[in-house]
């Protein structure tokens, strides 16, 4: 028998906590909004399926956010394909926008924000791949997160149905059998990932989405240098000042605020990390890139509500399910 999770049997009150503890425990840590004012209702039924976890999520209308401090403080690396059973949503994540329909496979990065927002009660089935086992670099994976994929898209049309199956009969095969088709969905995941890649080559836009993923991944190897500017990232990419910032425009968050909004997401993570505990807040602060503790500690409170040092208080993460962030 599949774990289920429902708040059937929970006092109105305490539902709403209840919903987004079972989603953390199923899926990650998030956030939970409810869009009613009446008692929320919802189930959940996890199976594993080989090394992979397929979830089917049956709620009320909500919004539920993985957000910065969220993905710092609990940092497993899922891919996350989703497919909308019933209802509709709307899918953000790395300043895209995607309207999912009925019938529709979604695709999100756990490693990264992201918000879901569903506007009426729903179902829907989650498959979280471990990104390691995709091998996929991180710069292919930006270019199908965020996005929605109909069954009349490309290889949408193979992949739909074979996973709306598996979903449903999950927990009814053998160790040795899920296994394989766990390496088959895996494979399947990876055949349509280099698919749409070969894709959004095709489009206009394509060289400034490229650069612009060039320039978060030099980014993210650079993190540690406090030059990092955007004089420096425009000088290394041959670009000027003025068209970096016009490559940003449309990606929710200025190039300075993104290095900064980087370097406190890695800080935040190595903080909350155990067995880290020998590094001082000031050396992983400069391990990042902050060149002055105070302008660090300001904007980490900023950030996430709370003190570095208080953020590294294993009591702070377990007095409240609450995100400090939010």
Known sequence: MSPVLTTASVPDGDKVTYWRDALGRALVPMTVAPHGTGPFHGRITTSLLGHLRVSTIEADAQRI???????ARSPEAFLAVGIQV?????????????QVREGDLLVYDTTRPYALDHPARFTTHVFLLPRRALGVPDADLRRITGTAIGTSDGFGTVLLPF????????????????GRLAGSVVDLVATLLAERTRQSGTHQDDTRAHLVLRVRDHIDRNLGDPALSPEAIAGAHRISVRYLH??????????GRLVQQRRLEECARELARRGRRNATVSAVARRWGFVSPTHFSRAFRTAY??????WRDPRTHEMSGADPGT
């Open 246 to 255: 016009r490559l940003f425009e449309g990606e929710g968050v200025t190039i």
């Open 86 to 98: 019933s209802s509709t949503a709307t899918l953000t994540q790395d300043g895209r926008r995607a």
């Open 65 to 71: 956010s993985r957000t910065p401090s969220l993905v």
């Open 305 to 310: 509500g709370v003190s570095p040092s208080e």
């Open 163 to 178: 996973l709306a199956s598996l979903a449903t009969s999950a927990h009814s095969f053998s160790p040795a059998v899920a």
